[in-house]
């Protein structure tokens, strides 16, 4: 199965009701990542554009194991640092809900918030080719869920 050209794997990994991934599952995307590649080269990576097709398809811990290196390479303390750190934070925040534990969902969904909030400081609204707008709204719509849950009554 494929999303967005993306060969999917043949599970999502969901701690504790699946299995992990074998080692070296990701090599392939992770290759297209190296220390020192400029912005531009990275937001072209194909391991930025899987997490997204791994997300989209709902693979939020394989989502978060291919933007890891991105975030990685990225300078310190960088807009688009805090940007993929905002990614990272909401795909383990949906993981979270789908392994049915809403209050760490809820409080890694402000996590990515304030990374968001941190990579948006300067007005920008185009990250790395990405709508920072619609991040947010990811964000916000996984926080209702998770507010939403049953299991989240305090």
């Known amino acids: 199965m494929t999303a967005g050209g993306v060969t999917l794997p043949p599970f999502a990994c969901i701690p504790g009701k699946t299995p992990r991934h074998a080692p070296g599952a990701f090599d392939g995307l992770h290759a297209t990542v190296e220390p020192g590649m400029s912005i531009d080269a990275l937001a072209s990576s194909n391991a930025f554009a899987a997490g997204f097709s791994f997300f989209d398809a709902g693979y939020f811990w394989e989502a ?55 990579a948006g400081r300067q007005g920008a609204t185009q990250i790395m080719g990405q709508d920072v707008a619609t991040v947010g709204d990811r964000i916000a719509e996984c926080t209702r869920r998770a507010a939403e849950d049953t299991k989240c009554v305090l």
Do not use: Y
């Open 64 to 118: 978060h194991e291919v933007w890891e290196p991105v975030w990685l390479a990225l300078p310190q303390k960088s807009t688009e640092r805090q940007f993929v750190q905002a990614l990272i934070q909401l795909a383990n925040a949906e993981l979270k809900l789908r392994m049915q534990r809403p209050r760490a969902a809820r409080r890694l969904c402000a996590i990515a918030l304030g990374h968001l909030a941190d």
